[in-house]
């Protein structure tokens, strides 16, 4: 019914960058807060980044501050996040959400397959 659908990851190095997309099929986007989470093997899932409904407040993980932006566009239908100064740790499998503005999965309604990640040092 809902389809949120990522896609930009794969393979960089450290230092270098990425850019996720996260395109929704969502009636009503420009109603939702969204998420990106990760989950490294033998890890949860955690909050990486955030965005309320209407694009004025973000949040980020401490481990991502400054390195990562967070971006929507409400006419596009997608969610976008900006991965530069990559580091080894960051590697993951990265997960687009849609809920309210919130600061764990529970928080988040519906969910993308997410993809994957890999920093090489």
């Known amino acids: 019914q809902v389809q949120l659908v990522e896609s930009g990851g794969g393979l960089a190095q450290a230092g270098g960058s990425l850019r996720l997309s996260c395109a929704a099929s969502?009636?009503?986007?420009?109603?939702?807060?969204m998420g990106w989470f990760r989950q490294a093997p033998g890890k949860e899932r955690e909050l990486v980044s955030s965005v309320n409904w209407s694009g004025d407040s973000t949040y980020y993980a401490d481990s991502v501050k400054g390195r990562f932006t967070i971006s929507r566009d409400d006419a596009k239908n997608t969610v976008y996040l900006q991965m530069n100064s990559l580091k080894p740790e960051d590697t993951a499998v990265y997960y687009c959400?849609?809920?309210?503005?919130?600061?764990?999965?529970?928080?988040?309604?519906?969910w993308g397959q997410g993809t994957q990640v890999t920093v090489s040092s």
């Open positions: 959400a849609a809920g309210r503005y919130g600061r764990d999965y529970s928080d988040y309604y519906y």
């Open positions: 969502v009636r009503t986007f420009s109603g939702y807060a």
